[in-house]
């Protein structure tokens, strides 16, 4: 018997976790794991109540994240994946719609054509290229690290926290793409912001000092897709970087460590200096080929 290996969650006992409920100390993982002014405590224990006063809201389940726990933990992760076959069968359908939804800086589809891009005012195309898939192998690739990876850091963050990074992390790809590539290199796909989620993962694992080698291990893999070249497969590392560290910075500032309002006040600014940074690159590039 392994005598090292770490308690399972109550609810959950196929999850290790090395956190436990303040209250009545039974083991807990993200999912189950509601923060508390001292500690972390299981939805058990606050359903119950702290005789305060507070509204049934206040007493709420929690993610790690400030988020509510909900019946569907992987909601927002079951609509994305939805969005991104709606959007690959659509193109199948119109293979035209790809040119006017892909990233591109600035372009003439043909001589004498009206010039296009995300300089001439196109910024749609800095999201729409993060939902955008031509080959099958691409989409189920993505989809596939979208539902291991996004799952279960829905779960951990909450809804709305989770949408968020999902998002910033899928801008802030675009934006170092139209940054660093050339204007009129087409680029798509989900892969951007699905590295912004093993970006937070990371961020994630260390905050709740979880072991962090397979962690460390999907993102060594990551970067060597990336940057070594695999039977002829072009990947923008401008994507995946851009992504994986706008992930990260977003974790940083969803799991800081605070309670209620200011909680909420740190992770809004924190998604909206993301933003803002994802913007300026954006109004860089745009000025250099205007």
């Known amino acids: 018997m392994d005598t090292d290996r770490l308690p399972g969650c109550y609810r959950h006992p196929d999850r290790d976790t090395g956190i436990s409920c303040t209250r009545c100390e039974r083991p807990i993982c993200p999912e189950c794991m ?5 500690g972390f405590q299981c939805p058990e224990c606050v359903r119950g109540g702290s005789g305060t006063g507070h509204s049934a809201a206040a007493n709420a389940p929690r993610t790690v994240a400030g988020g509510l726990v909900t019946g569907d933990p992987q909601l927002v992760t079951k609509i994305l994946v ?5 959007v690959f069968l659509a193109v199948l359908a119109a293979p035209g719609l790809a040119v006017s939804l892909e990233l591109l800086g600035r372009y003439v589809e043909y001589y004498g054509a009206p010039v296009e891009g995300i300089s001439t005012g ?15 192998w691409h989409i189920f690739g993505n989809m596939l690290a979208l539902w291991v990876i996004g799952g ?34 087409p680029t798509l796909g989900a892969s951007g912001a699905v590295c912004g989620l093993l970006g937070a993962t990371v961020v994630l694992a260390r905050r709740l000092r979880y ?39 977003v ?4 799991l800081v460590p605070a309670a209620g309002r200011r909680r909420v006040l740190v992770q809004t600014a924190a998604c909206a200096a993301v933003f803002l940074l994802a913007v300026a690159l954006v109004v860089v590039r745009t000025a250099e080929l205007t």
Do not use: C, D
């Open 34 to 38: 509601i923060s508390a002014s001292v």
């Open 82 to 86: 939805g969005i991104n076959a709606a």
């Open 122 to 136: 196109q910024y749609h195309r800095l999201l729409t290229s993060v939902f955008l898939h031509v080959e099958w």
């Open 152 to 185: 279960p850091l829905e779960a951990a963050l909450g809804r709305a926290r989770y949408l968020a990074l999902y998002l910033l992390s899928g801008l802030g790809g675009s934006a170092l793409v139209y940054l660093l590539t050339a204007p009129n290199t």
């Open 211 to 249: 072991e962090m080698r397979p962690v460390l291990v999907t993102l060594g893999l990551m970067l060597l897709v990336t940057f070594v070249p695999f039977g002829g497969l072009s990947v923008s590392w401008q994507a995946h970087i851009g992504g994986l560290v706008t992930g990260a910075l």
């Open 251 to 254: 974790a940083l500032g969803l």
